[in-house]
């Protein structure tokens, strides 16, 4: 069951779509209201286990947990960080009661879970215009669904996003991206897409190409396509200030700018110098900066990764290009000093904070769906219900083990929350990656939908082929893409039946009590169970198994599989496999290695597993019509 519960004049966030019947009453929740905040608490029991809040770091059990919701460009992901890119305000208690809830607000929210062993969970609002919405279910997991189904069906990419990207801020010219490309395919190194990072652009302008390094882009994106690789350009938030830019005069002229206290257009510091931002919370301004997109969707492009939109602010005062470094974070002031204009009530940018990314991506996406094909979006700050317009890449992560370890809890959060296509930036964005810390990240991340490697101008190379040690690498990959006929069904299954991709066992096992504090292993889809190895220099991890399972050690060519029954294992996994395991009763369809997604065929599969059946969603990779209709019962 799902109710909400109104305090006060709540703005639209655009997270639930489905109508949810109004209460007077809230249960669960004392609630305390003060001058400037509201405070809602419920009080734990010994055992009762916490799970969501998304993107945020911790286990999946959010026990003992602080955050604070208020979206922020967090370069490093500093451990420990109370407020990373976006906001998720929900989680489920699984315990005696078990309830999920939502809390349906734009501004600061923090949530401190059993923090201190305060025993309750205690949740501070700093706007009291809100939604409170309530879910009832059997468990956990059913808890998650009905949630799920009030938030709406997650965007679907086109079948190319499912294959590697490879990523670097520093890539410049053309000579670099075909470098990269060339880099994969002389190595047999499968690669489906590279992103452009800022520096594609003419001075960081929005929506401009820098023409000297790029003569004809046109022709380089079909030149690019043919060879089987799509280009994902960046788009940051803020509009450079400058007359002849497009994308400014227009937004000057038709008040699409977020203002300051005295009604002019809002001036703060981004990649670009001066920039304006844009006023998202009007819906006119939502479609004509989609509309931006136009000319770069001329030029071929049908995917794009929209950053900055936390909306990130550079330290005015430090401000200096060439030592960004340690000056880009934002001061709580800037926010303080810029407005909105919602159907003409002025309201300030901390009371609304945390859905710009979420109302960029909806912008974005306005134009990205009038395509003829499928588009490829994700964006860094969201909201709930962001799912529905593009997917969410973490942002930027650090090469550590440590940064590795979290990106299983965090993605599999983010999945409570609808977020399915999400993934983080494999390798870690700051700091130097080893080979070892790659080889073992990618065997993660070759689960996640998004599987994209990533890293900061400062780092030393990140690309698969930069290690000397392609043999291993191509192992590892040639699993994603043998993968794919599963992951692709089992993520447009999860879509169309607003499922998670990435579950914890606690949701698949809800009555085994070791499974429920299992915090490294995730179910991948239905069938697949992970436990990767996310220690330095291990070769050997402890794995639980809560019932008997097919173990599966693929080597870079066989699936050797073999009977294990239910209990603890030790399993043994070298750094150049991936060790999973199937599900009792359930299969895996495999394709044929493949060097891209266009060369895969998801028709010739073979089964792995003891299953009897298995429903393969199979289309083109790029028809808007997701249907029922593509799904294809297998038999073994
Ligand atoms: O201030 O565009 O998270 O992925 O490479 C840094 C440069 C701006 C932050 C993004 C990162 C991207 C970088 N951007």
């Not at 407020?83 to 600061?108: M, Q, R, W």
């Not at 380089?220 to 396509?225: E, I, L, W, Y």
């Not at 794919?484 to 809800?510: H, N, R």
């Amino acid at each position: 069951m799902v109710y909400k519960v109104k305090f006060g004049e709540p703005i639209e966030t655009f997270s639930v779509v489905k109508k949810v019947a109004e209460s007077e009453n809230l249960d669960f929740f004392s609630v305390k209201e003060k001058k400037n905040e509201i405070i809602f608490e419920y009080k734990l029991k010994k055992n009762d286990i916490v799970f969501g809040l998304g993107e945020a770091h911790g286990n999946l059990n959010k026990r003992g947990f602080r955050c604070v919701n208020f979206n922020t460009d967090n370069y490093y992901f500093s451990e420990n960080a109370p407020s990373i890119y976006a906001s998720h305000n929900f989680l489920i208690v699984d315990g005696k009661e078990c309830f999920g809830v939502f809390i349906d607000t734009p501004a600061k929210t923090t949530f401190e879970i059993d923090y201190n062993q305060s025993g309750k969970i205690k949740v501070i609002c700093e706007n009291k215009n809100l939604n409170v919405y309530i879910v009832t279910g059997k468990n956990a997991y059913d808890t998650n669904r009905q949630f799920l189904k009030i938030i709406g069906k997650s965007f679907v990419p086109p079948l190319w996003a499912f294959g590697l990207g490879q990523s670097r801020w520093g890539y410049k010219t053309q000579q670099d991206f075909e470098n990269v490309i060339n880099g994969y395919q002389k190595n047999k190194l499968p690669l489906d897409y590279v992103c452009m990072d800022i520096d594609y652009m003419d001075r960081y302008i929005d929506f401009t190409i820098n023409k000297n390094s790029f003569p004809n882009m046109k022709k380089f994106v079909s030149d690019c396509k043919k060879k089987g690789v799509n280009l994902v350009p960046i788009i940051d938030a803020g509009i450079k200030v400058e007359q002849g830019n497009k994308t400014y005069d227009e937004g000057v002229k038709n008040n699409f700018f977020c203002k300051d206290k005295n009604g002019n257009n809002f001036e703060a510091y981004v990649w670009p110098g001066k920039t304006h931002f844009v006023d998202f919370l009007q819906p006119k301004a939502r479609i004509w900066f989609g509309k931006q997109y136009k000319d770069l969707l001329e030029c071929g492009f049908t995917g794009f990764w929209n950053d900055m939109n936390e909306p990130a602010i550079f330290n005015m005062d430090f401000f200096d290009a060439q030592k960004q470094k340690k000056q880009i974070f934002q001061k709580t002031e800037d926010y303080n000093a810029f407005y909105h204009n919602l159907n003409g009530k002025t309201i300030n940018h901390n009371d609304v904070h945390n859905i710009y990314g979420h109302l960029m991506t909806m912008a974005s996406s306005n134009e990205l769906k009038k395509l003829d094909e499928r588009y490829l979006l994700f964006s860094r700050s969201s909201f709930i219900g962001s799912h529905r317009y593009g997917g969410v890449w973490t942002g930027d992560n650090f090469s550590s083990w440590q940064n590795l370890k979290e990106s299983l809890p965090m993605l599999c959060s983010m999945n409570m929350c609808g977020l399915i296509f999400s993934g983080a930036d494999t390798g870690g964005f700051a700091g130097n990656c080893s080979e070892q810390l790659l080889l073992r990240w990618l065997a993660v991340s070759v689960f996640t939908p998004l599987f994209r490697i990533h890293s900061d101008i400062s780092s030393s190379p990140q690309e698969c082929y930069s290690f000397g040690q392609n043999d291993k690498f191509r192992k590892i990959l040639s699993l994603r893409y043998r993968l794919l006929p599963y992951i692709y069904a089992e993520f447009v299954k999860s879509a169309m039946t607003c499922d998670l991709y990435l579950k914890p066992l606690a949701f698949v096992y809800p009555n085994d009590k070791q499974a429920q504090n299992i915090q490294d292993q995730l179910f991948v889809g239905q069938s697949i169970m992970i436990a990767p190895i996310v220690e330095e220099n291990a070769v050997e991890r402890d794995v639980y198994l809560p019932e008997k399972m097919t173990k599966v050690v693929f080597d870079g060519k066989n699936f050797k599989c073999e009977n294990f029954e239910s209990g603890n294992h030790k399993i043994h996994c070298e750094l150049d496999e991936v060790v999973f395991f199937i599900k009792d009763k359930c299969l895996v369809p495999v394709a044929a290695d493949a060097q891209n997604t266009q060369k895969i065929n998801l028709t010739k599969v073979t089964l792995l597993g003891n299953g009897t059946t298995y429903k393969q969603y199979i289309d083109d990779g790029k028809t808007k019509q997701i249907s029922q209709k593509n799904i294809k019962i297998l038999k073994k």
